[in-house]
């Protein structure tokens, strides 16, 4: 029916769950479903085949040919990792919620599946929600107002849908992530750009400047700010200058600045793959969740959105302090900084909490912020998850109550197994 590597223009029919439209091409006896990822229903899109099935096909969305009848244009850039951004925020709440009920209901088998559904969790906020944010630069630009791409270019702001080399400059904000900060990003690009120090080449993986990732603190207002280079050039490139740019753009909101060098040829920003320097201020900035405070720094997972992670919280809360009786053991597994179980202990001091995550830096600032918090109830421990259950078996038939929060890949089968080997009264 198609093939891969096949561009079609679609019109998307629906929505299914993980933000895919959905399409619809005429067959003799019915139709063939072509799954459009970040596509949303009411748009005609061009779409590129990624996978082909017998019945089915998955594609990746090149761009939106024509607006869907729901979308409200605004003046915020639309970005690669926000293509519901012109979606208002009711309609998207509808579809999602159908979604999830559809893919629940058929992977239970439980229909009506609505009487287990407890409510749909809204974000306080719709825009600048966002505590961190990772711009990339590239020496090639996708050029928004031709749709041509540009070589020996200087580009800053997120990579073009669709394609891991090309970059489109952000040129006004988002509207995810701090206004001030992204409005003021163009003259920060054009001040490196004046360096003559050129961005990262992704296909020849040479070339300086390769990311600014910056992380915001809603309780401080405040921000920092880490430019990640390559050594490539270095003895050229005038960290003060660097730095009295940022200030003179920022002034007091910048809590620190730091610089990372990173000559590893894969395209990610991570800290652990090069050496920092701290060129201001400290590493770190802190946020208040449901009155306690968490040390941020930049390698350490916190949820994004943090208004909306006090709803969640909240409520995983509620269901593991169901039925719980004192002095019973709970475990916090991929705890991250550690925010799921000092909440808890804030709740039931007497429960004894314990929470694990295999980066070592956010074990490091769960235990401060739980030092900071006055929370003795609490204990953590640097280890990969599955590793630490085989290594302490005494929990077994013990666990009163478990959470886990894994990252975006999911849990280990091997490790699944093993909680569940945990049997305890209540998982989260």
Known sequence: MVHRGEELTLFIDSYAF????????????????????????????????????????????????????????????????????????????????????????????????????????????????????????????????????????????????????????????????????????????????????????????????????????FQQDQLLVNLVTSSEGLEHFDTDAFRDKVLALHGERIAGIQHTINDDVADRSKMENGSTQLLFGKNYVEESLLGLTFQMRMESFFQTNPKCAERLYDKAIQYLLEDLEDHEEILDLFCGTGTIAQLVAQRHPKARITGVDIVPEAIADAKENARKNKLTSVKFHAADVGKFLKEHPQYAGKIGALVLDPPRAGIAPKTLLKTITLNAKRIV
Not at 44 to 52: L, R, S
Not at 179 to 185: A, I, Q, V
Not at 194 to 211: E, M
């Open 18 to 217: 993980g933000g895919r439209g959905i399409a619809k091409i005429p067959t003799e006896d019915s139709h063939f479903i072509v799954f459009v990822d970040n596509a949303f229903p009411g748009q005609v899109v061009k779409a590129k085949i990624d996978v082909t099935r017998k019945h089915h096909a998955e594609a990746k969305l090149l761009e939106v040919v024509q607006r869907a009848p729901s979308e409200i244009v605004s003046c915020f850039q639309e970005i690669s990792g926000a293509p519901y951004l012109y979606v208002p925020e009711a309609i998207q709440q509808e579809v999602k919620q159908a979604s999830t009920l559809t893919t629940f209901s058929k992977l239970s088998g439980i229909k009506p599946i609505e009487p287990y559904f407890d409510g749909y969790i809204s974000s306080p906020s719709c825009f600048f929600y966002r505590n961190k944010m990772e711009y990339s630069f590239s020496s090639i630009a996708h050029d928004l107002a031709t749709g041509s791409e540009i070589d020996d270019a200087f580009a800053l702001g997120f990579k073009r849908r669709g394609t891991w080399w090309k970059v489109e400059n952000l040129d006004q904000p988002s509207g995810l992530f701090d206004e001030p900060w992204e409005t003021k990003l163009p003259e920060l690009r054009d001040f490196l750009f004046q360096t003559q120090l050129p961005a990262w080449h992704p296909p020849k993986k040479t070339g300086f400047f390769r990311h600014i990732i910056v992380r915001k603190s």
